[in-house]
């Protein structure tokens, strides 16, 4: 019996129609980036695991594919551009001059659980503006998240922001332990308020400070719930947090953009890298975030050039699922077919040619 080859689970041919709505997708996605002065950097495929080991604070070890090479190094397949770019920004450039803005194009590679029913191989695009610590690099970041949703086709999305630096603040003035502040973690990202109190109780944490994790689930919303975040803060580091995201929010009123943004103070992320603010862009019918991104001022550090970072990707295939189907095929380059006998082949080669180059002028 002949064998039938298909893919292995996690990953898929894309051919024909959808394929070349994907490259039209990617196409006005990077003019978004050009028109920032955004520069392509491409980084390999695959990467010594040291880039994007624990210690960096990236996808935890048990996702990524691990191989080893001829002098048994371990290499990884890039399962997460960041620290790909950081560590490609501190080889060849210095953001402590200037900043550094780079844009990428690429596969990446996650070896998640097979009951999850994801793709472990997906397209990503984005931008990572390193050596600019301001609010105002944040606001660019974020307008140009709303620009490439816009430039995809959606109209109906919301960029959700979150602030690290608050919940940080909060466990700071807590003084938990490890374990503990991972289960909270975890338990406010599934926004489980029930959860949340019970923990916090057993904790033996009261008043103030219970107050603002109990809050943490439910405070998102409108610009207004800065104004709840401040109430709540329980030291001078949470607040500041919150005036930055105040500051933030007026550079993107002044970016027009303000209608797609929301606030959600229980936004966390897996990602241990980000240190301030971080953000998802949603839209109707898709459960998984279309874009992921945030600030990171430590990570370059772990490369040997600390410098304060922001950046965002763009899940090109969830993205492309979440546009709706265009019911008018596109007009493709016309062709015209030669028909010739086997002892016309030369004229017909010729033939050919001419119509080629008649067709490029």
Sequence with gaps: ??????????????YGREYRRKKSLEEGIHKVFASHGFSDIQTPSFEYFEVFSNEVGTIP???LFKFFNRDNDTLVLRPDFTPSVSRACATYF???????????????????????GRLKETT?????????????????????????????????????????????????????????????????SEKNAYGVEALVRKLGLSGEKAKA?????????SVDILKTAKELATSEHARSAVERL???????????VQDHITFDFGLL?????????IFQAYTYGSGEPLLKGGRYNELLRHFGKPAPSVGFVIVVDSLLAALPEDETEEELPETVTVFYTPEKTLDAIRTAAALRKEAKT
């Excluded at 609010?135 to 919301?158: H, N, P, R, Y």
């Design 213 to 221: 994790f109990f809050m943490l689930p439910q405070m998102f919303g």
């Design 246 to 256: 105040e500051e933030i929010y007026t550079y993107l009123c002044a970016y027009g």
């Design 94 to 116: 210095n953001p402590d001059a200037e900043p550094v803005n780079l844009c990428y194009t690429g596969q990446a590679f996650v070896n998640t659980s097979s009951y999850q």
């Design 1 to 14: 019996m002949q064998r039938i080859f298909h893919t292995p689970e996690g990953v898929r041919d894309i």
């Design 124 to 188: 990503q695009m984005g931008v990572e503006k390193m050596g600019d610590g301001s609010a105002a690099a944040d606001a660019e970041i974020l307008a140009m998240a709303v620009e490439c949703m816009k430039a995809s086709g959606l109209t109906e999305f919301q960029v959700s922001i979150g602030q690290v630096d608050y919940f940080k603040a909060l466990l700071d003035d807590a003084d938990l332990t490890w374990e503990a502040e991972d289960k909270l973690r975890a338990l406010i």
């Design 269 to 277: 992320s897996k990602y241990q890298y980000y240190t301030g603010i």
């Design 61 to 63: 070890s048990r996702e």
